[in-house]
């Protein structure tokens, strides 16, 4: 036996796999051929490091304004310059990194080879759609050059119509092009399950993260145009003072809330309903048992996507819409809770009595768990006439979307990451980093954002540059939290750099996941599968049992011989 082992390298038999089999990253070599790929493996790992550099940007910008409120005077710069910066951070947050971030980046990689398929429908649509990211993405930072931007991430009128930066035009036609984008990614997902599923797949045997990137790329077709349009009209009027939305032109502000509430609570979908799909594998996984309810889950996703389409209203019950249609749009967001609420009580009742092991993505599926219920929870002072209120436009808010948007889709990319980076790079990363870099991310994240709701209960409007000597505590422990935050991001881009250069090899199924993509090697060959994959239960952990001798799971048959 001591013999056999000293064979096997630290990687197991994978490891022991020749160095120069082919995979998709190394078929071809050179810039160009990345640059010119049509597999969507590549295409998904473009979109990761560009979208991971605009989380970055976006990221130092939060810090730099935790540290500007550190006291209520300046600090590091003055009101305009924060006012930019807040702008900077909301728009590259919301449009360059949350909204394609789990779809674009992980959806691209892993879907096709979820279904069996050996791309997605349209290849070149594909890395068009991520030719257009950039391009948006660059007209958004041109807009830096130009003096920066100062209207808020949801460019209201009549900031962005009357704002004397120049950079007002170059952004907004940035986003109207990352629309664009998100529209191609939709359409191609659309097609893909519905065309390339594999041989004896049907639609309850897709694993749950299809689901919802198919309610996802429902949202983004049906709801996309109607930004492009808006956005589209603010150019206009911005470019040739045609009174569309600007008051002082004779435009009515009130239209484009409408407009662009219309497709921007749709995009709260977009964002979290993808984060759900990830929950929902990661659960199941880690708990060694089927999920519970697949089919009540799959069709709650299809729920919110359409729960979604109708609730806008209820981010302008201040606008002076009717008392009829704000009791109207307060009775549907209570009821978009339901469909929600159902995901949670299955996972819940996912891992009752299951073998969970708490390995790093499963600690961001249960942080997940309690963030995004905190997040959901306060959405409920919100949906109500009577406290919104108060509570509109104070830090209350801040908290709320943070803690659905940050500790929802954030912590669920973040799990997501963790869970398939074996699969797409064949690396496995430091397990103990991992655990201690969740934490200071989840110690960090309630201590910057949970003071918030306090704050705002107490009247501390957002976006203010200001503010007097009562709410100083809160703000400090506010960015003390952020910093601790910034802490684990840094640990976890450390040791997952590492594990590129130095890491073990990675088995082909590290996790004992039982869909698809765990049937072909890590990281994946060109054509993803080098035979036909069994197509089967993907929650069916039976006929999985672990090996030492890899490192990793292997299928077994009746008997438990590996087959």
Known sequence: MATQTSTIPAGGLAGARDSAEKNYLNESKGILSWLTTLDHKRIGVMYLICILGAFFLGGMSAVLLRTEHLSGTPNLMEADAYNKLFTLHGAVMIFLFIIPGIPAALGNFVLPIMLGAKDVAFPRLNLCSWYLWVIGAVCALLSLLLGGFDTGWTFYTPYSTSSPFQGVIPIVTGAFILGFSSIFTGLNFIVTIHKLRAPGMGWFKMPLFLWGLYSTALIQVLATPVLGITLLLLIVERALGVGIFDPALGGDPVLFQHFF???????????????????????????????????????????????????????MFTSGQSELMNTIFSLLTFSVAIPSAIKVFNWTATMYKGSIVFKTPQLYALSFLFLFGIGGLTGLFLATLSTDIHLHDTYFVVAHFHYVMFGGTVIAFLGALHYWWPKMF?????????????????IGFNMTFFTQFAMGSQGMPRRYFNYTEGYTTYHVVSTIGSYIMAVGFFVIAGYLYYSLIRGRKAPDNPWGGASLEWQTSSPPPVENFKKDPIVGDPYDFSNLKYDPAIGGYVRVDAQGVAS
């Open 261 to 315: 509430w219309f497709y921007s609570h749709p995009a709260v979908y977009i964002m979290i309903v993808p984060a759900m799909g990830v929950i929902s594998e990661l659960i199941s996984v880690f708990s060694r048992k089927h999920i519970f309810s697949y089919q009540f889950i799959a069709y709650s996703s299809i729920a919110i996507a359409a729960f979604g389409f109708i609730v806008w209203g209820h981010h």
């Open 426 to 442: 064949g690396k496995m990363y430091n397990e103990n980093w991992g655990r201690v870099a969740c934490l200071l991310i989840f």
